[in-house]
C-alpha cells in the first residue's frame, strides 16, 4: 500500500516537473518566434499600393525630400511631427495622435514606413506606433527608398488627398526603459535582461554603460550604403549570439539620443524578444547626469 501510494506520488511530481519543463520551453519558443509581418518587400508594396487600408508613410525632415520624390500615395511624416526637438523624446500621445490621423492612419490601417533620410529614423517611427498600440499593425520597406530606385520602381511629386484617420492609441509605457531602469540594470545585471549599445564600436568603445553588450545597427543589413536591406533572420540570429544575446531574453537598447537604438528595438521585437528602449540614452546617462562608462571592449 505505502509503495502503491509513493508510485502514485512520484508519477504526480515527475508529470508536474514535465509541465513545468513543457511549458518553458513552449514560451522561449514563442519568445524566439519571429515575426515576418514586421518586414515587407518593395514587391509587396508595389501590389498593395492602392489598398485602401494600407499607409505608406514617407519620413524626412523637411519637405523638400519628400518633393522630390516620392513612393506613390505615400504621405509625408516630419521629424518634428514624432520628436520633441533634438533629444528625440517622444511628445505627448495627444501631439502623436494628430500626427497619425492626419496622415489618414486608422485603427485598423496597415502602416509601411520608409525613410529617404538616415535608416534609423524608420524604426523610430515603428517604435513611436508601437507604444501608441499599434505596432502589430505596422512594418518596415526592405531596403527603404534605396531599393524602390534600384529597382527603378515609379516615384511621385505630388501629394495625395487624404482623409483624416481615426486612430485611438493604447499606450505601452513598458517599452520605455526609464533611466532608473536602467541603473538598477547596469549595477545589478541579471540572466533575463541585457542592455544592448546600437552605436559605432568606436562610439562604444569610447564610453557604455556598464553591462552594455554591443550590436551596431548597421550590422543588421546586408550593407548600409549600397543595399540596405535587413539580414535574414537566421544570420541576425547568428549576430546576436555572436554578442552573448541569449533567445528569451529581454532586451534595452540605447544609443545617443534614442535613434539608432530604435533600429536594433526593430530587430529585437522582429526575432521575437521581448524589448524596450532607453529613449534617454547616452544623452541623459553621461551628458545631463555624468553617470560612468565604461572604456574599451570589456563590459563592465
Request: hydrophobic share 40%; proline share 6%.
Amino acid at each position: 500500500m505505502i509503495r502503491s501510494r509513493l508510485g502514485r506520488t512520484l508519477a504526480i511530481v515527475i508529470t508536474f516537473f514535465i509541465a513545468i519543463l513543457w511549458s518553458e520551453g513552449a514560451a522561449t519558443a514563442e519568445a524566439g518566434k519571429i515575426h515576418p509581418e514586421m518586414i515587407v518587400s518593395t514587391q509587396w508594396l508595389a501590389e498593395h499600393l492602392n489598398d485602401p487600408k494600407v499607409v505608406v508613410l514617407h519620413v524626412a525632415q523637411k519637405q523638400s525630400e519628400y518633393d522630390a520624390g516620392h513612393i506613390p500615395g505615400a504621405r509625408l511624416l516630419l521629424f518634428d511631427d514624432f520628436m520633441v526637438d533634438d533629444d528625440a523624446e517622444l511628445p505627448p500621445p495627444e501631439k502623436l495622435k494628430e500626427a497619425f490621423e492626419k496622415l489618414g492612419v486608422s485603427n485598423d490601417s496597415r502602416v509601411v514606413v520608409y525613410t529617404t533620410s538616415w535608416y534609423p529614423m524608420a524604426g523610430r517611427v515603428y517604435y513611436t506606433l508601437d507604444y501608441l498600440g499599434h505596432g502589430d499593425h505596422t512594418a518596415l520597406l526592405d531596403g527603404g527608398m534605396d531599393e524602390w530606385k534600384l529597382e527603378k520602381r515609379p516615384l511621385k511629386k505630388d501629394s495625395p488627398k487624404v482623409a483624416r484617420g481615426n486612430f485611438t492609441p493604447h499606450l505601452h509605457p513598458e517599452v520605455r526603459a526609464m533611466l532608473e531602469d536602467v541603473k538598477k540594470l547596469s549595477e545589478q545585471p541579471t540572466q533575463s535582461e541585457l542592455l544592448v549599445d546600437s552605436r559605432p564600436e568606436k562610439r562604444y568603445t569610447d564610453g557604455h554603460i556598464a553591462g552594455a553588450v554591443h550590436v551596431y545597427w548597421q550590422e543588421t543589413l546586408v550593407d548600409a550604403k549600397n543595399k540596405p536591406t535587413f539580414l535574414p533572420p537566421d544570420k541576425l540570429k547568428e549576430l546576436f549570439a555572436s554578442r552573448g544575446i541569449k533567445p528569451g531574453q529581454k532586451l534595452v537598447t540605447y544609443c545617443e539620443i534614442g535613434l539608432q537604438a530604435s533600429h536594433d528595438y526593430f530587430i529585437a521585437k522582429y526575432l521575437g524578444y521581448d524589448a524596450a528602449m532607453f529613449d534617454g540614452s547616452i544623452h541623459q546617462w553621461s551628458h545631463m547626469n555624468n553617470l560612468p562608462l565604461v572604456k574599451g571592449e570589456s563590459l563592465r
